[in-house]
């Protein structure tokens, strides 16, 4: 399938599910194919790709107003030995397990460190601390996915004038921030208020957060817009 095929068949599905025109989430998985009941990958010869498109809310506007609250799980991110960070694949067990943890704990996202207990990320989303004009995030060493989201929010920042650095962080590090936020397509930028019972700041969004949101969406309405021009 080339990529204009591909675009084709993501705007029929959108059609297809009444969002035609409208702000949406749309997910495309490929696999391998139908093959038998082995592991061989030579027995699917033909690839499948699936286009799932739906109108998405993974926060109530609320929380970008407030903030969220987070915990740490206990469930360890997957080592990027064992399984490459920058692959985006189904493999979401271990990311399950902690969403369970943070379901127990009356939360909607949880915090996960990696093999070594340093942080990587949240069970959807990247995570990011901000110390006066600094802003930080763990590298993709730490067991991380190269989110898109992440990638638009530390050139955002560069041109705002901040200092951008990717670093291990402890969970002292985002106890201590001025702010934290996570990214994620669907989350965009919303702020974290409160780690494992621990105030953030001033338990609020900050305005380093507040500002990269704003960029943010007036980043995607403006690709929106050249998008349905090109169309």
């Known amino acids: 399938m080339t990529k204009e ?3 084709s068949a993501t705007s029929a599905t959108m059609e297809a599910n009444g969002l035609g025109g409208s702000d949406a989430y749309i997910r495309l998985v490929v696999s391998r194919g139908a093959g038998d009941l082995g592991l061989d990958p030579r027995k699917c010869p033909r690839p499948n790709v699936i286009i799932i498109a739906a109108s998405i809310e993974l926060y109530p506007e609320k929380l970008y107003r407030e903030g969220l609250e987070i915990v740490t799980g206990a469930t360890r991110r997957i080592p990027p030995d064992a399984l490459n960070p920058r692959i985006k694949s189904c493999n979401y067990l271990s990311n399950i397990l902690a969403k369970i943890e943070g379901i127990r704990a009356g939360v909607m996202e949880v915090l996960m460190l990696n093999h070594l207990g340093y942080v990587a990320e949240c069970t959807g989303d990247n995570v990011f601390r901000v110390e006066g004009l600094v802003l930080e995030t763990p590298p993709l060493d730490a067991g991380v996915l190269d989110g898109i989201t992440r990638s638009a929010v530390m050139g955002l920042a560069r041109e ?7 670093r291990q ?6 106890y201590v921030a001025d702010e934290v936020f996570l990214t994620g397509t669907a989350a965009e930028i919303i702020a974290v208020t409160k780690i494992d019972g621990r105030k953030i700041g001033p338990g609020r969004p900050g305005p380093v957060t507040a500002d990269l949101l704003g960029r943010f969406r007036k980043l995607v309405s403006e690709a929106g ?3 349905r021009k090109e169309s």
């Open 225 to 227: 817009r050249g998008a």
């Open 160 to 166: 705002a004038g901040l200092t951008v650095r990717e």
């Open 169 to 174: 962080l402890t969970l002292y590090d985002l």
């Open 5 to 7: 095929e591909l675009a």
